[in-house]
């Protein structure tokens, strides 16, 4: 992979992320608990099924800005973020 980005640098912008790390990247707080409520430990016939499921939950939050605040927690209140 090195070798190809060297051979792109015109095209291409390599950018290291950050492991898994929700103090860092706090959107991991709402997929788990997407995950959890929505995913976790059950069967979904077809892939429409499961993304029913989720867009359900993202629905859910879409209309509950206090809860995303409350998942996402310090890292919200130091941006100053407020719920609507």
């Known amino acids: ?38 995913t976790h430990l059950r069967y979904f016939p077809t892939f429409a099924n499961l993304m029913n499921k989720v867009n359900q939950k993202l629905r859910y939050f879409a209309h509950t800005p206090k809860r995303i605040l409350n998942l996402m927690g310090k890292y919200c209140r130091s941006l100053g973020a407020e719920a609507a």
């Open 1 to 38: 992979m090195t070798q190809f980005f060297a051979s792109h640098t015109d095209r291409l912008t390599v950018y290291q992320l950050p492991a898994y790390s929700p103090a860092f990247n706090p959107i991991e707080y709402l997929w788990r608990n997407i995950k959890k409520q929505a």
